[in-house]
């Protein structure tokens, strides 16, 4: 979900970082795969680079990176928004808080707690939420929703709210109406699974209800939604509900087609 925001005042990086399924359909990933990833990789450090300020919204690798993939000095003197390492959250996300704040330690201009706080730079605000659960329970820890605004527009970034499914997230979300709102959507790609998951169903009910009392120009549903090459289905299950808001994928917003790498994985290998 790495996201990049400019404003007439400031520059703005949400999650720096980019991961990959290690094991999918019991496949490795594709050297198509790990070439994006490099690719990806790279233009994240060379917006990030560009950035002011940095938000991290949870401490999961896809979120915030260690300098694997993407270099820690795009942290240097920078402004730095980060969830708060110690409250609210779960045992893995405090020692992977502790290890990202130790290895960006010296580089930052401040590091910031940024959950339910409001930054101002000229006409841009920041304005963060306060800690909400990642999915319908905090097993998986919680996040921080972020919502941008200037003169121009508003921006309203989710994080892993997976879906939403929770009215934290929902209700943080009609409260703050935005012009654009990008969505993690629902992971329906573990939808018969053992794994413990969202239940798409809450998350189309939660959106619906969204939907009933805003409307955004454009709506972003990606990221988890987008490792289902059936993600489309879900996206048909809203339309009823859409007056004039337009749906889309990330690569969509972008005036590209979404590639699906990792669902497409055994197409990749010509299984």
Not at 71 to 100: G, T
Request: aromatic fraction near 8%; glycine fraction near 4%; proline fraction near 7%.
């Amino acid at each position: 979900m790495a996201t990049f925001v400019e404003t007439a005042d400031v520059t703005i990086f949400i999650d720096p970082a980019v991961s990959i399924a290690p094991v999918r359909y019991g496949l490795p990933p594709h050297d198509i795969e790990l070439r994006r990833l490099n690719e990806v990789a790279d233009k994240i450090a060379s917006r990030a680079y560009e950035s002011e300020i940095i938000v991290v919204t949870h401490y999961h690798y896809d979120h915030h990176d260690l300098g694997d993939l993407v270099p820690v000095d795009i942290y240097e003197n920078k402004v730095v928004l980060i969830k708060d390492p110690k409250n609210y959250i779960n045992i893995s996300q405090r020692i992977r808080a502790a290890k990202f704040l130790k290895r960006i330690s010296g580089l930052p201009k401040e590091v910031r707690v940024a959950d339910s706080s409001t930054h101002v730079q000229g006409s841009t605000v920041i304005k963060i939420s306060s800690p909400t659960p990642h999915g319908p329970t905090p097993k998986l820890g919680y996040v921080i929703q972020v919502l941008i605004w200037d003169r121009e527009q508003r921006i309203l970034f989710t994080s892993d709210v997976e879906g939403p499914v929770n009215d934290d997230a929902v209700n943080f979300m009609i409260e703050n109406p935005a012009d654009l709102v990008i969505v993690d959507g629902p992971p329906t790609y573990l939808a018969g699974t053992k794994k413990e998951v969202s239940d798409p169903d809450t998350a189309l009910r939660a959106l619906a209800k969204y939907l009933s009392v805003c409307t955004p120009k454009h709506l972003v549903i990606d990221h988890h939604l987008l490792r289902d090459l059936n993600y489309v289905k879900f996206y048909e299950s809203l339309r009823p509900y859409i007056k004039k808001t337009k749906l889309l994928t990330a690569a969509e917003y972008m005036g590209r087609e979404p590639e699906l790498l990792e669902a497409r994985r055994r197409e990749l290998y010509g299984d």
